[in-house]
């Protein structure tokens, strides 16, 4: 019966060759309320595999045509895993995300963003296919002005597999963000996406019900400051727009830690979540739903900035929506030219800035520091110049 089937003229299920029917094992009763002992059908129904022939991988298969390679069948085992029912390869490669159960966590956190965009007026579907990705987002969001695609991915994954699945989603027009609870530490997959990631909590329940959940990772905000300000980004004071050694004497945008950036964001004209000492999550969903936060790729890892900066820091910086949203690892930006000269310089280079020229440590916070290049500590030295609390001082 297989060679009758069209993979393509299906979802991303399993199809269950004795009933003729496509399962979805993320969707309730697979797909079918209306046969409730469907599950308990299938368990009896042995064998499965290949001696079986009873269940077909219709993703597996579909993604041989896509890529112009024979068709041909894929069966599956189902088997009870540690958090539900699923269907594993006969071959004994990992299951398919879309045919494993979902877990507590990954539930709680899906429902928390739901929720939190119909607080602010979106409309939400959970689990919708999208024709034109391919693919079924855990959750989907449609705003004033936006189409938002809220992906959970609470497991380690490959970054192809999730590059992959970021370029599908936004082949059919959607913002993607994609959410965790691991730690900042531990995300480096999610580098190449829109992210935004949780401390992991010890009950699933807590997603549901803390009022804020603050962000470890995945949001930035900006300060105004003189050129010569430590960059979090560089690690270095390089100006920002023409990367030289030596300060241009002008106000640049830096990317910074200091609360007070953070309680002046605005997720919407009439925020229902507004944003307190450090960027909640909440905060977050509802500004990307209106706009009011925006992707940007710096080197090799994806930010939501607040997008009244996102214009200078684009400028200032370069970069573009589309190169934070496409889902690619950049090669790393660097002058072209042999190791040698990059170590010991171009020799024709024009001369570097001398290092007198540049602000100096005073040496308070950091002792051995004293009439040395400024470094990150420098920012929280009140004598420093680049003190995050300057602009206080000041007045």
Same mark, same amino acid.
């Given at each position: 019966?297989?060679?009758?089937?069209?993979?393509?003229?299906?979802?991303?299920?399993?199809?269950?060759?004795?009933?003729?029917?496509?399962? /979805?094992?993320?969707?309730?009763?697979?797909?079918?309320?209306?046969?409730?002992?469907?599950?308990?059908?299938?368990?009896?129904?042995?064998?499965? $595999?290949?001696?079986?022939?009873?269940? &077909?991988?219709?993703?597996?298969?579909?993604?041989?045509? /896509?890529?112009?390679?024979?068709?041909?069948?894929?069966?599956?085992?189902?088997?009870?895993?540690?958090?539900?029912?699923?269907?594993?390869?006969?071959?004994?490669?990992?299951?398919? @995300?879309?045919?494993?159960?979902?877990?507590?966590?990954?539930?709680?956190?899906?429902?928390?963003?739901?929720?939190?965009?119909?607080?602010?007026?979106?409309?939400?579907?959970? =689990?919708?296919?999208?024709?034109?990705?391919?693919?079924?987002?855990?959750?989907?969001?449609?705003? @004033?002005?936006?189409?938002?695609?809220?992906?959970?991915?609470?497991?380690?994954?490959? +970054?192809?597999?999730? /590059?992959?699945?970021?370029?599908?989603?936004?082949?059919?027009?959607?913002?993607?963000?994609?959410? %965790?609870?691991?730690?900042? $530490?531990?995300?480096?997959?999610?580098?190449?996406?829109?992210?935004?990631?949780?401390?992991?909590?010890?009950?699933?329940?807590?997603?549901?019900? /803390?009022?804020?959940? =603050?962000?470890?990772?995945?949001?930035?905000?900006?300060?105004?400051?003189?050129?010569?300000?430590?960059?979090?980004?560089? $690690?270095?004071?390089?100006? +920002?727009?023409?990367?030289?050694?030596?300060?241009?004497?002008?106000?640049?945008?830096?990317?910074?830690?200091?609360?007070?950036?953070?309680?002046?964001?605005?997720?919407? %004209?009439?925020?229902?979540? @507004?944003?307190?000492?450090?960027?909640?999550?909440?905060?977050? &969903?509802?500004?990307?739903?209106?706009?009011?936060?925006?992707?940007?790729?710096?080197?090799?890892?994806?930010?939501?900035?607040?997008?009244?900066?996102?214009?200078?820091?684009?400028? =200032?910086? $370069?970069?573009?929506?589309?190169?934070?949203?496409?889902?690619?690892?950049?090669?790393?930006?660097?002058?072209?030219?042999?190791?040698?000269?990059?170590?010991?310089?171009?020799? %024709?280079?024009?001369?570097?800035?001398?290092? =007198?020229?540049?602000?100096?440590?005073?040496?308070?916070?950091?002792?051995?520091?004293?009439?040395? +290049?400024?470094?990150?500590?420098?920012?929280?030295?009140?004598?420093?110049?680049?003190?995050?609390?300057?602009?206080?001082?000041?007045?």
């Amino acid at each position: 019966m297989w060679e009758q089937l069209d993979p393509l003229a299906f979802n991303d299920g399993v199809f269950y060759v004795s009933a003729g029917i496509e399962l /979805q094992p993320r969707l309730n009763l697979w797909g079918h309320p209306e046969q409730p002992d469907l599950r308990e059908r299938l368990a009896n129904d042995r064998p499965h $595999g290949i001696g079986g022939k009873k269940l &077909l991988c219709l993703l597996c298969m579909r993604h041989r045509i /896509q890529n112009n390679l024979p068709c041909i069948p894929v069966w599956l085992t189902f088997v009870e895993g540690r958090h539900g029912p699923m269907f594993r390869h006969e071959d004994g490669r990992s299951p398919h @995300p879309e045919h494993e159960p979902e877990t507590d966590t990954h539930k709680a956190l899906k429902e928390r963003k739901a929720r939190t965009w119909e607080s602010v007026g979106g409309t939400v579907e959970v =689990e919708v296919w999208r024709p034109r990705a391919r693919r079924r987002p855990d959750v989907l969001a449609i705003g @004033p002005d936006l189409t938002v695609a809220g992906e959970i991915q609470h497991s380690k994954a490959t +970054p192809r597999s999730i /590059q992959a699945r970021q370029r599908a989603l936004r082949k059919a027009g959607d913002r993607v963000v994609w959410t %965790t609870d691991r730690g900042a $530490g531990d995300i480096a997959f999610l580098h190449a996406v829109p992210h935004l990631s949780i401390p992991a909590l010890a009950d699933h329940r807590m997603y549901l019900s /803390q009022t804020r959940l =603050e962000l470890s990772a995945g949001a930035i905000t900006f300060e105004t400051q003189r050129c010569g300000w430590a960059d979090l980004w560089t $690690g270095t004071n390089r100006c +920002p727009v023409t990367r030289n050694a030596k300060p241009c004497g002008s106000m640049h945008l830096y990317p910074t830690l200091n609360p007070h950036t953070y309680s002046r964001q605005k997720a919407a %004209t009439t925020a229902l979540f @507004p944003c307190g000492p450090r960027p909640h999550l909440d905060h977050l &969903l509802e500004g990307i739903l209106h706009g009011t936060w925006l992707p940007y790729r710096h080197r090799d890892r994806v930010s939501w900035i607040p997008a009244d900066a996102h214009a200078t820091v684009t400028a =200032e910086r $370069g970069g573009t929506l589309h190169l934070a949203e496409n889902g690619t690892t950049p090669h790393r930006d660097g002058p072209a030219g042999r190791a040698c000269e990059r170590r010991h310089g171009d020799p %024709t280079a024009q001369a570097a800035t001398s290092v =007198e020229m540049l602000p100096l440590c005073c040496g308070q916070k950091l002792p051995g520091k004293a009439g040395q +290049p400024l470094v990150l500590a420098c920012q929280l030295c009140r004598n420093s110049p680049t003190y995050y609390r300057r602009d206080e001082l000041d007045q």
